[in-house]
């Protein structure tokens, strides 16, 4: 088992060196949220097969390790994913993929590629909830 100090190691670690940095041009999903808290922001771009399967990911950001680590492990996690399965991706999903327990501040940096996701999808309401459950 990973300590919180093991953990935040691996969050800068991500931060640094992340997966699946730079956009996709062209991109069947083209989106770019930002946390107005805190000035986060991420780009995330997706190409998508006809069976509505995320065969490719990329993403350009700015701001905390959280927010950039959180990103990184969301992009690698969408991987293979049928969007409808996308869609029904949690909060608690986004913040297992950090590995430790975050203010509610934090929370947003770590679920800002959630945010992306949803919102460049159009899923609003979906957002909404994710968002109504920040603690």
């Known amino acids: 088992m990973f300590s919180a100090d093991d953990y935040r190691t691996i969050i800068l670690e991500e931060a640094r060196s992340p997966q699946h940095y730079g956009l996709l041009k062209p991109a069947d999903l083209d989106h770019e949220e930002h946390n107005p808290l805190c000035g986060d922001q991420v780009h995330l771009t997706l190409r998508i097969d006809p069976d509505g ?6 993403w350009e950001g700015a701001g905390c390790a959280i927010s950039q680590a959180s990103t990184s492990f969301f992009s690698d996690h969408l991987l293979g994913m049928s969007l409808d399965d996308a869609r029904r991706i949690t909060r608690e999903d986004v913040l297992d993929l950090i590995g430790l327990p975050l203010m509610p501040n934090r929370q947003r940096c770590a679920l800002l590629p959630l945010k992306a996701l949803l919102l460049g999808l159009r899923d609003t309401h979906g957002w909404e909830q994710v968002e109504d459950s920040i603690e």
């Open 53 to 58: 399967i995320i065969r490719e990911v990329g």
